[in-house]
């Protein structure tokens, strides 16, 4: 069985109440690596969805940028090491690994954080970090999470208050080494090109799917040319597509 060639492994989501239904979508993407699911969410913004292998717990506050988010998600990267398993494959409600077995690399070092490495395009002048932000999903060894949350809490920059820059700050803070997955495909909810959380500091929280915000036509010719750790999938159609797309490269194989 696959789930003995992903020994200790848990399977986490971190999500709000809004990303319910997305979670419920993608839950079987989820538990198709046959491995126990665990549900995060904040304490003001409960995602509660009863079903056999999937638990959810809640810490922090609701928000999608600012102070509050990233002080959430170390605190349920704290509350990871509260569990007795090994490894974590991390995701967001948007994010999945297509293949139904996760792959072997993953588990050959205890000292990696992976997760889909983007370049960040917006302007960090004297910031100690590198222009890099890590998309959703993450996987790592409980002793990497232990080494993140050791960092402490870091102030939410100016300009990319969000939890995939903190991801990264908190890997060049502690020292950890930090890989791209090779097969992983990572498209932004929004053009590069207009971005007015930069400045305002808002979100567009409703993504239509027109074709530039989840690029379902990329991601299926991504996962046809074996793409496999995707970020930004939040429509259901989507979802099929990309899933249709995957089965038919699996026969496909010699």
Partial sequence: ARSEMNPDTLVVVHCYAGDRQVVVD?????????????ILSPADSQVV???????????????????GSLDR??????????TPYQWFFL?????????????????????????????????????????????????????????LVAVGPIKAHPIT???????????VEAGVHYQSFPNGVSFPAWKHNSIPETSAMGHNYVHSNNGQTDGASKMVRAVQGGADMLHSVKHPEVLTAILQAHDRQMKERP
């Fill in 73 to 82: 998600q170390r605190i349920h990267l704290k509350m990871l090491l509260d």
């Fill in 161 to 171: 208050p969000y939890i995939d820059w903190l991801m990264m700050a908190l890997a």
């Fill in 26 to 38: 993608k839950l079987p993407v989820f538990q198709r690596h046959r491995r126990p699911v665990l």
């Fill in 49 to 67: 969805i009863n079903t056999p292998g999937v638990e959810c717990r809640t810490g922090g506050v609701r928000g999608y940028f600012g102070q």
């Fill in 91 to 147: 995701n967001d409600a948007d994010s999945m690994c297509v293949s139904r077995e996760l792959p072997a690399y993953l588990y050959q070092s205890s000292e990696t954080l992976w997760s889909n490495v983007v370049r960040e395009p917006r302007p960090h002048d004297g910031a100690p970090y590198p222009k890099l932000a890590f998309h959703p999903p993450y996987f790592a060894h409980r002793d990497v999470i232990a080494r």
